[in-house]
């Protein structure tokens, strides 16, 4: 089983470990529902090492994501610029959602899912073969997500003052080069913050020194719940090589123009988007007690549906769901729970935003 270069920190602070797509990584280090709410009320880290980093270097680099992913990479003008899209097969299925980062006019750094590695390396290298470009999988690096309300202060306490300066002034969805450090002003909490990779020879230094400025570690359970009440979505879960875009609340991914721009999975898409899709991604909130899960049966008199992902919100306090349900699905339904019916309501996620309920209810 992989390990990443912080395993042994893990270990000496007694994470209970479990095998994450082939990775051994830290599920808690005690308390899931403490290091949850210590991402929602102050900062917390994640090792995110086992994340796929892909550079695309040459002229053709931006011709080439033109053609390989849905969203426009042609939005990304200033160096560092952040986008979010997803990468389609022909019938229009979501191989992997990824960020793209413009690094300048013939660099471009992709930030991929550990799950889909494997996969993605394939359908990339395949479909680059008649493009003027290079793909590296740069070896020897780990990355750290620091997230929560003071991550990017505390982050700053351990950066030199020249980094400190540079990245002080970075917007959301933006990244830079600081000397051998790739800081990016992203995240997978609904939380502010930075996700920085390095050279693995360096990680547990910074690990250290952001435990010292107070940035507590958070294992992979809480990383999950934290994204589903931000209702982002999770690959293999709530979206696949089934699933378009257009059902599972990624339609704004989606570039349509220029119309000559012909990505993989256009014209799938465009008779979907033409013909009108049968189901819709959408948020539940359970009325009694109960956890929601994936793969439970949803219930309603449009016809039933199924959770996509679902978990305890400790924010809320109570049982929070993604759900692919039918389009003509109200604002009401049941969901069946160890063989009974259970009621729900459905509302417009996201659940959770800076820490605070922020769902529209559906009339």
């Not at 351990?158 to 990245?167: G, M, Q, S, Y």
């Not at 991914?253 to 256009?266: C, K, L, M, N």
């Not at 049966?297 to 449009?302: G, L, M, Q, T, Y």
Request: with cysteine.
């Amino acid at each position: 089983m992989n390990k990443t270069p912080l395993y042994d920190q893990h270990l000496a602070m007694n994470a209970k470990m479990v095998d994450f797509s082939g990775w051994n990584m830290p599920i808690h280090y005690g308390s899931q529902l403490n290091e949850h709410n210590i991402v929602r009320s102050d900062a917390g880290m994640f090792d995110v090492s086992h994340m796929n980093v892909l550079d695309l270097r040459g002229e053709q680099a931006k011709a080439f994501l033109q053609k390989l992913v849905a969203n426009d990479v042609d939005q990304l003008k200033s160096d560092g610029k952040a986008l979010y899209t997803c990468m389609l097969n022909e019938q229009a299925g979501v191989i992997d959602d990824l960020i793209i980062y413009f690094i300048h006019n013939s660099y471009y750094r992709i930030v991929l899912n550990a799950a889909t590695r494997k996969k993605d390396l394939a359908w990339i290298t395949q479909q680059s073969e008649h493009f003027n470009l290079t793909l590296e999988s740069p070896e020897g690096l780990a990355m750290i997500a620091i997230q929560g309300p003071n991550a990017r202060t505390k982050v700053h306490q351990v950066l030199d003052d020249e980094t400190c300066t540079k990245v002080a002034e970075m917007k959301p969805f933006n990244a830079c080069f600081c000397g051998e450090l790739f800081i990016a002003r992203t995240g997978y909490t609904g939380e502010d913050g930075y996700e920085i990779v390095l050279p693995a020879s360096g990680v547990e230094v910074l690990w250290t020194k952001l435990r010292q400025a107070g940035v507590a570690p958070i294992g992979l359970g809480a990383r999950d719940t934290l994204r589903l009440e931000a209702a982002m979505s999770l690959y293999g879960a709530d979206m696949d090589e089934s699933i378009s875009p257009l059902e599972c609340n990624l339609n704004w991914t989606v570039a349509w123009q220029p119309v000559e721009r012909d990505f993989i999975g256009r014209t799938a898409l465009q008779k979907q988007r033409e013909a009108g899709v049968e189901y819709k991604l959408v948020g539940l909130l359970l009325e009694g007690r109960g956890v929601l899960r994936g793969h439970q049966r949803v219930v309603s008199d449009a016809g039933d549906g199924k959770v996509t992902s679902g978990t305890f919100s400790p924010t809320l306090g109570r049982s929070i769901a993604l759900a692919r349900v039918p389009v003509a699905m109200g604002n009401r339904c049941q969901v069946e729970i160890r063989g009974k019916l259970q009621d729900a309501r459905v509302v417009k996620p996201p659940f959770v935003h800076h820490g605070k309920a922020c769902y529209e209810e559906l009339n």
